[in-house]
């Protein structure tokens, strides 16, 4: 799994970690901040939220095209900078009037173009890494590993959103009540809130630190196609035809993800209405295991020692990830035994499921496709995206059998209908998770291959700007969730993957010309 990779893909998996540890720790509170804050209404927190999540993803399109003038390194460097000082910004207490909130808005769009600056172009610099012939069949894995490395600290983000803000409150004599809006609590929720987006300024600095340590590693790859033309004459130019195909190929690719990524990411919106509506959130039993982070973590790691016991060379390694492995299960067990029975769940906990079934599956992911590789049935990564729409579709049709018998939101009111157990929500992750290791990494594969080389960014952008799209179209169910029977919404989404899975699978002849 992680045999014969170069070390330069480490040194960037590990610096992108800490930066999306902070980024996702910062998003957890972002919009209940705003409420606290300037005491905005849910609609209007949601509508600065989705416009910063849609600019966030566009911004690598413009990073992109200035990678490609002067250089992707230089880029990342830059990038780093300019998030931290959006997140200083954000972390700095001020009062709840306007000049509060035009440093809010000013970090915002620090963050937006720091992160455009950086988290494309670091892609691509992995991308680079495997142009030389003697990591090419590995780029597929590669950006398995590297997106695996992304949700870890997606994973562990909201846990330390919500310690931090318990810890502050305190200290300062309350206790996180959702019902309190006396001015002295919001104060107090406010400032803890503002520690979470120093959290991030840390975790940029860690980023720093591990990418400029093991620069020597990557440097090599740090190079735009003018650069790799200057240095060798032999460079064989795409003609016009092949890179306009190319191109072509890619915005294929594109408006089909954007599809993808409305369904996919309900996580936020629509799955965590239902999670509150009507998951019935005090889980006793086996069951509420799964709402302990540290459990889950322990999980995930046993996956790693468990796959590592299998495929060490050596005796003494053989046993020492055995006994690891054990051990591990045995600490995520007495951990969940001493968590209350019953124990009582937030709809936002059903958020750390996603992250956390990308780290535990990734291992899994990666052994089935080197399996069909070595018997002469390789899936081609189009292909994988197009299974990925399908995957996607069935995940939905699972949430959809659990509201057969349901009253519609529309109908339901402001009331509840907590019947349903945890595992239809956990059930539908773990397909949509599924779905998303099929789609997402090797997509991002994809374009670091099929994109024209004097392009690379521009294309890594556009796969970004394809994100953004689809995270604002994903408002649209929540929009519905009044209007419209329970069973429609989710319907809209199955047949959106379901014609974005045709769409792909009839592309496929075409797409696996680029990649042959």
Not at 39 to 61: D, H, K
Not at 354 to 379: C, D, H, I, W
Request: with cysteine; proline share 4%; hydrophobic share 55%.
């Amino acid at each position: 799994m992680f045999k014969n990779q170069p070390k330069g893909l480490f040194a960037l998996a590990l610096a992108n970690t800490g930066e999306r540890f902070g980024y996702y720790t910062m998003l957890a509170i972002f919009a209940l901040f705003m409420q606290a804050k300037f005491g905005w209404t849910e609609a209007t927190a949601g509508q600065v939220y989705a416009i910063f999540l849609a600019v966030v993803y566009f911004s690598p399109l413009l990073g992109g095209i200035i990678a490609d003038k002067i250089g992707y390194g230089k880029c990342v460097v830059v990038g780093m900078l300019t998030m931290f000082v959006g997140y200083m910004a954000l972390a700095i207490p001020t009062g709840a009037d306007t000049a509060g909130m035009m440093l809010m808005f000013a970090g915002l769009a620090f963050v937006s173009l720091g992160t455009g600056l950086f988290k494309g172009n670091l892609q691509v610099l992995v991308g680079n890494l495997y142009d030389d012939p003697k990591y090419a069949d590995k780029r597929d894995s590669a950006f398995s590993l590297f997106y695996m490395a992304i949700n870890i600290g997606a994973m562990f983000a909201p846990s330390m959103a919500k310690w931090i803000t318990n810890q502050y409150l305190s200290r300062t004599g309350f206790v996180y009540d959702a019902s309190n809006f006396a001015p002295d609590y919001l104060e107090a929720l406010s400032g803890a809130y503002g520690l979470c987006f120093g959290v991030a300024c840390v975790s940029l600095i860690l980023s720093a630190i591990i990418y400029f340590a093991c620069r020597n590693w990557f440097r090599h790859a740090d190079v735009t196609a003018k650069q790799v033309k200057q240095a060798d004459a032999n460079v064989v130019e795409l003609t016009p035809e092949q890179t306009r195909d190319r191109i072509v190929a890619l915005l294929l690719v594109f408006g089909v993800v954007i599809f993808f990524w409305m369904a996919f990411h309900q996580n936020g919106s629509a799955l965590t209405f239902f999670a509150k509506k009507y998951t019935n959130l005090t889980v006793g039993g086996p069951i509420r295991f799964c709402f302990n982070i540290f459990t889950l973590a322990m999980i995930a790691a046993s996956v790693y020692t468990g796959f590592a016991t299998v495929q060490s060379d050596s005796r003494r390694s053989k046993w020492i990830c055995g006994l690891l492995t054990l051990a591990l299960w045995a600490g995520a067990i007495v951990l969940g035994i001493r968590m209350d029975d019953p124990t009582y769940a937030q709809p936002s906990d059903f958020q750390q499921f996603n992250p956390f079934f990308v780290v535990a599956l990734t291992p899994f992911s990666m052994a089935f496709f080197a399996a069909l590789e070595k018997r002469g049935k390789q899936v081609s990564a189009p292909a994988r995206i197009a299974w990925g729409m399908l995957v996607a579709a069935l995940g939905f049709l699972i949430i959809t059998i659990a509201s057969v018998s349901l009253i519609s939101p529309m109908d339901l009111g402001d009331n509840t209908q907590s019947i349903l157990s945890p595992m239809w929500l956990i059930s539908t992750y773990f397909t949509l998770t599924i779905a998303e290791l099929l789609l997402s990494p090797m997509g991002i594969s994809f374009v670091s291959k099929v994109a024209p080389p004097k392009y690379k960014g521009l294309m890594m952008g556009g796969w970004f700007a394809a994100t953004a799209i689809g995270n604002y179209l994903s408002s649209i169910p929540s929009m519905l969730w009044n209007k419209i029977p329970l069973m429609y919404n989710w319907a809209i989404l199955i047949a959106l993957c379901l014609i974005s899975a045709i769409v792909m699978f009839a592309l496929l002849k075409k797409l696996n010309k680029m990649t042959a």
